[in-house]
T-cell receptor, first 116, second 111 residues
C-alpha cells in the first residue's frame, strides 16, 4: 500500500512569489492534516480536512495560505505571496475515518520550502 | 492553550545503553500522548502512544510512562542500536482535539 506522498520534495522561491504544495493521502483516508516545522522548532498544526471539508483551520498563519482538497482526495496548500518566515518543512498526514482524533496519523516525507 | 516542552534537544548515548526523553504539558484535560520518530528524509512515524487511563506501556525495547499528576511523560529506549538514531517528537492531544508537539530530540547512538 502506498504511503502519503508529497510534491515537491524541495522548493526554493523568492519573496513575493507563489508556491503550491501537493499532498496525496493514503487511499481511503478521510482525514488529512497539514503541519509545518520551522527550523529546529516544534511541529505546528495548520489545518484538518475531513473528506473535502475543512474541519479545523485554526492553525493557518494568515490569509496568504490557502488549502483545498478537491473531491476529498489529494490536497494542495498554496502560499501567495510567500514571505521569508514561511520557510520550513511542510508535512501532510492522513488517518482513517473512524475516531479520527486519536487514530494514528501517517505522515508524508514533507516539502522543504525555502523563501529567499 | 496547551504548551508542550521536550528535553533534551540532543541526546548522545553509547550503543547498548538506555535513552530517556521527557516531555511536560500544561493542560490537565489532555488525554492522548503519542511519540513519533523521524528518520532522515522521512516524515514522522508513530512508534508508541499512551492514553490518560494508563500509566505505562511497553513495546519491545521502547516504553512510555505517564504521570498525569505531574503532567509529564517520558520515552524510554533500552539496549539502543544504531537504527535508533533519529529525531523523536512527543505530542499531546489537547482539549481542542489537536496534536500539540514538542520541539524534538535528536538522538545519537555512538558505536
Amino acid at each position: 500500500e502506498a504511503g502519503v506522498t508529497q510534491f515537491p520534495s524541495h522548493s526554493v522561491i523568492e519573496k513575493g512569489q507563489t508556491v503550491t504544495l501537493r499532498c496525496d493521502p493514503i487511499s481511503g483516508h478521510d482525514n488529512l492534516y497539514w503541519y509545518r516545522r520551522v527550523m529546529g522548532k516544534e511541529i505546528k498544526f495548520l489545518l484538518h480536512f475531513v473528506k473535502e471539508s475543512k474541519q479545523d483551520e485554526s492553525g493557518m498563519p494568515n490569509n496568504r495560505f490557502l488549502a483545498e482538497r478537491t473531491g476529498g482526495t489529494y490536497s494542495t496548500l498554496k502560499v501567495q505571496p510567500a514571505e521569508l518566515e514561511d520557510s520550513g518543512v511542510y508535512f501532510c498526514a492522513s488517518s482513517q475515518d473512524l475516531a479520527p482524533l486519536y487514530n494514528e496519523q501517517f505522515f508524508g516525507p514533507g516539502t522543504r520550502l525555502t523563501v529567499l | 492553550g496547551e504548551n508542550v516542552e521536550q528535553h533534551p534537544s540532543t541526546l548522545s548515548v553509547q550503543e547498548g545503553d538506555s535513552a530517556v526523553i521527557k516531555c511536560t504539558y500544561s493542560d490537565s484535560a489532555s488525554n492522548y500522548f503519542p511519540w513519533y520518530k523521524q528518520e532522515l528524509g522521512k516524515g514522522p512515524q508513530l512508534i508508541i502512544d499512551i492514553r490518560s487511563n494508563v500509566g505505562e506501556k511497553k513495546d519491545q525495547r521502547i516504553a512510555v510512562t505517564l504521570n498525569k499528576t505531574a503532567k509529564h511523560f517520558s520515552l524510554h529506549i533500552t539496549e539502543t542500536q544504531p537504527e535508533d538514531s533519529a529525531v523523536y517528537f512527543c505530542a499531546v492531544g489537547d482539549s481542542n482535539y489537536q496534536l500539540i508537539w514538542g520541539a524534538g530530540t535528536k538522538l545519537i547512538i555512538k558505536p
